[in-house]
């Protein structure tokens, strides 16, 4: 009866190592995603500023 019981807390455990490495997975892409687009927002800021004195088309995100 302990094997079954130590069975049972392995495949718990496992299971949530799994479910704890989705989260950190999707957390981490997401965060990278959030990053990535503020940084193509202000790198697009940046260049309209260069640009408004040229170009008075106005950009679009």
């Keep these: ?3 079954v019981g130590n069975d049972m807390l392995e495949t718990l455990g496992s ?3 799994k479910q704890a490495d989705q989260f ?3 957390s981490l892409g997401t ?3 959030r990053i990535l687009k503020m940084s193509a ?3 697009i800021s940046i260049n309209s500023m ?3 004195d040229d170009h ?3 950009y679009v995100l």
């Design 24 to 26: 950190i997975a999707t």
């Design 41 to 43: 927002v202000w790198f």
């Design 56 to 58: 008075d088309l106005p």
């Design 15 to 17: 299971d949530y190592t």
């Design 31 to 33: 965060h990278l995603i």
């Design 1 to 3: 009866s302990g094997n």
């Design 50 to 52: 260069n640009y408004q």
